[in-house]
């Protein structure tokens, strides 16, 4: 049965319906809004768990339902790691940078850096942010179209476009109070869809296994091994890069990155400011571990459910009109034959509760895993042959397929309208934050007069727009990487570590001035990129997260530097 005529008519009704309902009300309930003030910062009247669901649902793009689960199901619940840093970062966000920025009253965090060193200081970070953040807008819409184009056999480009449109009309037309009241009911969508995919699961599992019984079966195959207490480079994810890397990622991203704080410059006070983001702080990685959780219950599930060689319908689809057609079909019979001792292994387990059977289940798991990475190879090489761009890493098809092929009816539009709600609620934030930042830090502070707020607020709705139809124009052309997820916290970690250095000599170096500043931020930014190419054609090894750390550390040390050596040079001419 082709994927797309699984969606019943009352899926499409539950898609339609939600989505739309989400967009109207959202250019509805902020549709008088006619100052500055209202549309950037919301009126200011945020409560705080307005606040913490919106910082919430900015971060927790589509990428996040589509590619955490996958993330598990293949490698296991370790990915929660990234996560340890973010409730230190809220901390001290809430002690350092809430206070300053409620104080001056800045419509964005860069405004700030104008007044602590200069203006070039403040459009280089500025733009910094611009050049990280569009990127990161187009990659949210197409995260989400580029999977369920392959899925559904949708439209690519379509898709695109279409998302991209419905988050525009609301942002344009609202606003930051928009994007904050449309994120309330995206989050609900989201965790109502969530939660109900994962007691379906549970609820799909043979009679004798017990929840207990199904962390069992992933723990023997490693899924359930949660910290990494090792220092090695080789692992990506350790509780070491999660604290150091995550804090110095997380300060970054909620610190000043302008998608975040224009969520929270929107509350009434400072301590609707504050709570908003300990609630976030507090639920961040209980959040991540769940959605995890239900990725490594979908592998739980495809223990007793036979499951694709991969996951991904075009490579399939690609393989079996190739010359490669009759080894990947050998492939497919060798996973049967596993699939079929293990479910007899599994039966036994049941039976007789005996331990030794979960040592036998990850060893039939490590054959399995073995015949899917030469379904990879032989997917590259297809690939390759046939000069054509084929994605051989399926995690981002794993929860998508369980979804379509054994959810109920009017469930799979709901877990659809999950998706596409988590792209729409970062994407608005993104946009909303691009617009806010092109008006208050170039436009405004460059056009050399004062203008009116109907005419600011005019531009603002211009350059939201212009972002948005940018961001659509990207996810076009994009293309995937390893792993969505991973993508986009690559993009953010080669730019944020410099950033939060810059924030950081503006906080607690006084002495250090705007030229050693300026200059030492392009320098950074340069070693920094330097650095992650060296890592990809694996010159060094320093997995992305380390970045964050890197870039703060060496935009300090060099902002020091060349002030020292400046400071020195003027007492030098003085002297003489």
């Known amino acids: ?235 990506r994810y350790t509780v070491w890069s999660g604290l150091i890397g995550g804090t110095f990622l997380a300060l970054s991203y909620f610190g000043t990155d302008q998608s975040q704080v224009q969520r929270y410059l929107s509350g009434k006070s400072i301590k609707e400011m504050r709570m908003g983001l300990i609630f976030n702080g507090l639920l961040k990685v209980p959040m991540q571990f769940f959605i995890l959780l239900v990725g490594v219950m979908v592998f739980v599930f495809y223990q007793f459910n036979s499951s694709p060689i991969n996951f991904n319908p075009k490579a399939e689809e690609a393989v079996s009109n190739s010359a490669y057609a009759s080894k990947y079909e050998t492939l497919k019979a060798e996973q049967e034959k596993i699939f079929n001792d293990k479910e007899t292994i599994i039966n036994k387990y049941i039976e007789t509760n005996d331990a030794k059977y979960t040592d036998y289940i990850a060893l039939a798991n490590e054959a399995d895993q073995d015949i899917r990475e030469e379904a990879k190879q032989i997917i590259k090489k297809v690939a390759e042959e046939t000069n054509t761009k084929i994605e051989t890493n399926d995690k981002d098809y794993v929860f998508i397929h369980f979804i379509l092929n054994n959810l109920p009816k009017g469930l799979i539009g709901l877990l659809l309208a999950v998706i596409l709600s988590a792209a729409m609620s970062s994407t608005a934030s993104e946009l909303n934050a691009l617009g806010s930042t092109t008006t208050m830090d170039l436009y405004k502070r460059n056009v050399g007069k004062e203008v009116d707020d109907l005419h600011m607020v005019k531009a603002s709705k211009f350059f939201t727009l212009a972002w948005g139809v940018l961001a659509i124009l990207i996810a076009c052309v994009a293309h995937l990487a390893d792993n969505l997820i991973q993508l986009v916290n690559i993009i953010g970690s080669i730019f944020y570590g410099n950033v939060l250095g810059i924030f950081l000599l503006a906080f607690f170096f006084k002495f250090v001035k705007g030229n050693a500043v300026f200059i030492g931020a392009i320098i950074t930014q340069l070693i920094v990129i330097a650095l992650y190419l060296l890592n990809e054609y694996n010159y060094i090894n320093l997995p992305y997260l380390w970045l964050n750390f890197v870039g703060c550390a060496i935009v300090i040390a060099i902002a020091i530097l060349i002030q020292s050596m400046l400071k020195s040079d003027t007492i030098n001419k003085t002297q003489e």
Request: aromatic content about 14%.
């Open 1 to 235: 049965m082709d994927a797309l005529n699984k969606l019943a008519w009352l899926d499409w009704t539950v898609l339609s319906v939600t989505l739309l309902t989400i967009v109207l009300y959202g250019a509805w309930k902020t549709r008088k809004n006619k100052n500055v003030q209202d549309y950037l910062k919301g009126g200011n009247d945020s409560k705080w768990w307005t606040i913490g669901l919106s910082v919430m649902a900015t971060q927790a793009s589509a990428i996040t339902f589509l590619s955490t689960p996958g993330q598990a199901f293949h490698d296991g619940m370790g990915f929660v790691q990234f996560y340890f840093g973010v409730p230190i970062a809220m901390v001290v966000i809430c002690m350092v940078f809430i206070p300053l920025y409620h104080r001056l009253k800045v419509y964005t965090a860069y405004e700030f850096l104008e007044n602590r060193f200069d203006l070039k200081t403040r459009t280089l970070t500025a733009i910094l942010f611009l050049v990280q953040r569009g990127l990161a807008a187009g990659i949210t819409i197409f995260a989400p179209a580029i999977i369920l184009s392959a899925v559904l056999g949708w439209n690519l480009t379509l898709l695109n476009i279409i998302i991209g449109i419905l988050v525009i009309i609301y942002t344009v037309s609202g606003g930051t109070k928009a994007v904050s009241v449309t994120q309330k009911h995206q989050m609900a969508v989201i965790f109502t869809g969530m939660f109900i995919a994962f007691f379906l699961i549970i609820s799909y599992l043979p009679d004798g296994i017990t929840f207990s019984k199904a962390l069992d079966i992933a723990g023997a195959s490693g899924k359930m091994e949660v910290l990494d207490f090792s220092f090695s480079l080789e692992n």
